[in-house]
């Protein structure tokens, strides 16, 4: 095949399903180092390309139910670092309250103690509350959060590239240890940000980490189109998911971008069992220990309607949704929901079955889920996908020993990795320039 399939791991602290934690082997193992080395010998088994880490600032008060983000991304991406030689480390940073030169050096840092493997997830935070967190009465609006972001993006990339390749010399004979005409500063002066200097952090083993969004809004997949490599993205219809495909790539087309140099990777969940009854089985379980009200209260919440208007034996309630609740939610996450919700008229309980909180999933045996997988992958839907462990381990463990192998017997999925760089990897050009 001339196309690769791509795949990561999702690590949302104990796993995608609300149960996670309560049936987990360590409840508070979402703040254990050892918890996510784990993970990330599993990924490397799979053969993954990365282990993908979300971030928040929030504690999900003011009743908090489950684990959440607590860790700063690079703590345990640098554990996973020292574990393991190939898979790559994506971490989750906010450019609402990161200044790019932050950024910048932090994920250079990661990228040289890991040979080459970092890349940086580019979101703007939208949870009201984080504000006064630092200091700020209010967020930027959802324009404005773009804009700084996009803006973030461009002067993070042009300090990434103020050393040139071969800058740091360490030539203990001539007694040379840096090029000085090998670094360029820059001068950036913007609407969020004025930047001034150079990074110090010389180039990096990937010549610029690999730049990663998650975002369906227009701003966002504006946003994907000029700058990202991979887009994290959430779909819930194959028909859905082809759209998304041909727009991101023809919007980067009209960026001088080709179709190969920025990959599309939706968010997926299989839940898995070794038949189709056992996995049901898996999930009815899962379901049962969690119940549904958290999630119900989630779904109100991210569809900005009052919870007293979903009922879980009806459908929901289209005449009190309302636009404005898509600019709540993140837009691309409101429409996947609220598409699959109509187009298969769907109670609240059987959406509430389907995970609307998260991606896409999928129950059955690894055929089934693979099945579903080459049908995204050969019908333009996706170039891979950013998968999701119902409850960790063991939901990366089945992926790890019964999906993956199945893809690989297809020819859809590396049984090596064919390159030292998480950028090689995905099969993304070196940027020395």
Known sequence: MTRQLHLNVNVNNSGRHPA?????DDPLGFLSLEFYENIGRLAERGKLDAVFFSD???????????????????????????????????????????????????????DFISGGRAAWNVVGTRTPEVAQLFGLEQLLDHDARYARAEEAVEVVKALW?????????????????????????????GTYFKVKGALNVPRSPQGRPVVLQAGGSPQGMGLAARHADAVFTVNHSFEAAQAFYRSIKSEAAQYGRGADEILILPGLLPILGSTEAEAIARKDWLDEVSGFERERLDLANSLAIDAQHLKLDE??????????????????????????AARERLTVRELLKRNPNGHRNIVGTAE????????????????????????????????????????????LFRREYEASTLRGNLGLQLPWS
């Open 20 to 24: 996670s934690w309560r049936v987990a």
């Open 56 to 110: 928040g600032f929030d504690y999900g008060g003011p009743h908090v139910e489950r684990p959440w983000q607590a860790l700063d991304p690079f703590i345990p991406l640098t554990a996973v670092a020292r574990v393991t030689q190939h898979v790559g480390l994506v971490a989750t940073v906010s450019s609402s309250f990161h200044e790019p030169y932050n950024i910048a050096r932090t994920v250079a840092s990661l």
């Open 161 to 189: 590239g103020t050393w040139d390749k071969d800058a740091l010399r360490g030539d203990q004979r001539s007694g040379q240890f840096v090029d000085v005409r090998g670094i360029h500063p820059i001068d950036h002066q």
């Open 315 to 340: 459908q929901l309630p289209w005449t009190k949704i309302e636009d404005a609740a898509r600019s709540r939610a993140g837009q691309g996450f409101a429409k996947a929901v609220l598409d699959l």
């Open 368 to 411: 089934q889920v693979a099945d579903s997988i080459e049908q995204w992958f050969r019908g333009h839907a996706a170039d891979g996908f950013n998968l999701n462990a119902d409850y960790f381990p063991q939901g990366l463990e089945a992926i790890v020993e019964q999906l993956v192998p199945e893809l690989q017997r297809r020819g």
